[in-house]
């Protein structure tokens, strides 16, 4: 049930191709030191210079522009090469002690970048299943790689699969991270990981949900709302949300639960909370919270470990759930359970409150 993000580089850049529109996707390959975007990361440009997504912060995003451009124009892939002791580095502004490599490829006829593979690899994106992008940078051929639990990497298209690469492929799909390698051969490769979207599923469609739903999409969430609550759960309080006013619990069951899934309840009713808690420890899920004191939580642990969940496991649940910001109203508490959430995500260190009442 996951949705396409309004500012998804790559949705985009195939978005404008099939509208018509020359375009390109520019994708950052290998960093080095301090580079402000990790490989992987993508820049999408259309025929009338629009600009989504980053490949650096913003110190090289116009040289960027540049070859996108040319390649629009002539179809040509460019591989672009920056750091601090180049004069094309300090000339663009990459100044910030690191390097980085990207790939601009235009998209579409005249492109290196297949329609049809990048509309498969989306979709197997947005299905939230795994897909990899294999790139060999020698003559730009493409392969669309998978693997289901337990199984080695596969060709989508039936696609050979260089020998060389094959652990390499198993060490991508294992670590989650986007990298260029050099096989036995000589070849180079880059093996671009389009995971999932990271997804926050937020139950309870309260006031708190009102502010947090709408800014963790700005923060490149991908956001559904669920409460069987219909008169709450309506697209007049979450426009552009996407909704499920099934019961939590069974809505968890259907939404393929992952490790780039964030869970918050926020009702406040043990009727909704609970078993979503139990389902959601069931879960791979990276970040499980849940909104209410102290007291509220300790009530909450007792009914748990009354079904059998023990301490060991209930330990995932953030509650009360966000960081200590001294946050007051709704739109502060939203802010920081996105805070923890991210903090989170990142492995960083967390501060703690005393709880909202």
């Known amino acids: 049930m996951s949705q396409p993000l309004l500012h998804d580089p790559l949705d985009l850049a195939i978005a404008w191709a099939e509208a018509g529109q020359p375009a390109a996707l520019a994708t950052v390959i290998a960093t080095w030191g301090s580079s ?3 490989s992987g990361s993508m820049m999408a440009v259309n025929g009338g210079g629009r600009i989504e997504g980053s490949v ?3 110190c090289v995003e116009a040289s960027v522009l540049d070859a996108a451009m040319t390649a629009m124009h002539d179809g040509r ?3 672009l090469s920056y750091g601090v002791t180049s004069e094309q580095a300090w000339t663009v502004g990459l100044a910030c002690g690191g390097e980085l490599d990207v790939l601009v490829e235009a998209i579409g006829p005249g492109g290196t970048l297949p329609m049809a593979i990048l509309r498969t690899a ?41 020998p060389h690469l094959a652990p390499m492929l198993e060490q991508v799909f294992r670590d989650g991270r986007s990298r260029r390698v050099t096989c036995a051969d000589d070849e180079s490769w880059f093996l671009h990981l389009l995971t999932a979207p990271y997804r926050l599923l937020i139950v309870g469609a309260v006031h708190i949900a009102q502010v947090l739903a709408p800014l963790a999409t700005t923060m490149g969430f991908a956001v559904t709302v669920i409460d069987p609550r219909t008169q709450l759960a309506t697209p007049e309080r979450f426009p552009g949300i996407a909704l499920v006013t099934e019961w939590p619990d069974e809505a968890l069951e259907t939404l393929s639960i992952d490790t780039h899934t964030a869970i918050v ?7 909704l909370d609970d078993p979503t808690l139990r389902t959601a420890l ?17 009530s909450r642990l007792a009914r748990l470990a009354a079904d059998g969940i023990g301490p060991e496991r209930t330990a995932r649940i953030h509650g009360p759930v966000g960081l200590a910001i001294g946050a007051i109203g709704a739109s502060e508490i939203a802010l920081s359970i996105l805070a923890e959430i991210v903090a989170v995500r990142r492995d960083a260190t967390l501060g703690r409150h005393p709880g909202w009442t």
């Open 36 to 38: 402000p975007r990790p």
């Open 56 to 58: 650096s912060g913003g």
């Open 77 to 79: 892939p460019n591989l």
């Open 122 to 162: 989306v979709a197997l994106r947005h299905q939230r299943k795994p897909a990899l992008l294999a790139t060999r940078l020698s003559d730009m051929h493409h392969v669309l790689i998978t693997r289901t639990a337990g199984d080695e990497p596969t060709s989508v298209a039936d696609d050979p699969i260089d």
């Open 265 to 271: 309840t926020l009702t406040h009713d043990a009727k």
């Open 282 to 298: 069931d879960s791979p899920a990276f970040y499980i919270g849940a909104l209410g004191s102290r007291k509220t939580q300790a």
